[in-house]
């Protein structure tokens, strides 16, 4: 395999033991047409099938394939770190290995990075293969990212891009933040190939509170008003009950709607100090300096398995 290829396609793989055979025969054939030199990159995170079996025997046929096994499931965001700790290309493509995303959008995304992009990124038209409810979930999740984050946010886009060596080097993870040349390219994203989908809802929704806590600060100021309103409120509703015992002279009324007041508040700040937790335990975690993955094995043909010095956890992690 070329020491420096011009291509780099990294895609992690969980548990894709149906597709994969064929996302490396369509990744392939793509890259083959492209005439340069090329490798791909196939993280298996911590996958329960035959994933890892059939990614061996796919390496001993193909010299351009690097498989990459993680030391059990680290999560797809960190696989996706894991490979581009590996990627030495100029150009790095990367895409999902479910073929939802279709492969040979790579000549139009090369196209746009020859006239000046430096990140060339897949916007969706359509997904019929996702549920209703999911693209209804990702559509508000979107649009709702783009107006709290402290940098830009292509709508309706996730990690198929095509990156160039200059911003995979610079920041690994904060594609949309470092900024630079970005273009769309449009597609409509296919159903799964074979198998099923490993996001389902409640992961899913981990996912969503992860990039949004990631790259921005505005829930903190949220929490913050929150807190500020709760508190005047909590203010008025005090002033009214001495008012009402001094001159009133009895008991105020409605224990039902002060028991329900009292219940709000404390859940208001119950929101706040789980928001205020969420970044205090990733900046615990930063801290540790704990790698953000281990690798179990990297097979290639005709090379032995390589040590490797994973980033630790201070390192950005999303893309």
């Not at 395999?1 to 548990?15: F, H, I, R």
Request: aromatic share 10%.
């Amino acid at each position: 395999m070329n020491a420096t290829p011009y291509l780099s396609v990294v895609l992690p793989c969980y548990n894709e033991g149906l597709v994969i055979e064929e996302t490396h025969r369509r990744v392939a054939s793509v890259c083959q047409g492209i005439s340069r030199p090329y490798e791909i990159i196939v993280v298996n995170d911590g996958s329960s099938d035959d994933s890892w079996n059939k990614l061996e025997k796919l390496c001993a046929r193909d010299p351009n394939l690097v498989a990459v096994n993680l030391s059990r499931n680290h999560g797809h965001q960190l696989a996706l770190s894991a490979g581009l700790h590996f990627a030495g290309g100029e150009r790095i493509l990367i895409m999902d290995a479910d073929l939802q995303d279709p492969p040979e959008l790579l000549g139009e995304m090369l196209a746009k990075m020859d006239q000046g992009a430096e990140v060339v990124y897949a916007q969706r038209r359509s997904r019929p293969g996702d549920a209703r409810l999911k693209r209804l979930f990702c559509a508000v999740y979107y649009r709702f990212l783009r107006e709290m984050a402290e940098g830009p946010i292509q709508l309706d886009s996730g990690d198929f891009r095509l990156i160039n060596r200059r911003v995979a080097s610079l920041i690994r993870g904060m594609v949309s933040w470092v900024g630079f040349r970005q273009e769309p390219v449009f597609y409509d994203r296919d159903p799964r190939f074979a198998g099923e989908t490993k996001y389902p809802f409640g992961k899913l929704v981990r996912l969503a509170m992860d990039g949004l806590i990631s790259s921005s600060l505005k829930p903190l100021k949220f929490g913050f008003i929150v807190g500020a309103v709760a508190s005047v409120a909590s203010g008025l509703l005090g002033c009214y009950t001495l008012a009402s015992w001094l001159f009133v002279n009895k008991t105020p009324q409605g224990w039902t709607s002060l028991l329900l007041a009292i219940a709000f508040f404390g859940g208001l700040q119950l929101l706040v100090l789980g928001i205020l937790g969420e970044y205090v335990g990733r900046t615990f975690e930063q801290t540790r300096g704990r790698p953000i993955f281990l690798v179990d094995r990297v097979v290639r043909r005709q090379t032995p398995p390589t040590e490797i010095n994973p980033p630790t956890r201070g390192s950005p992690q999303r893309l």
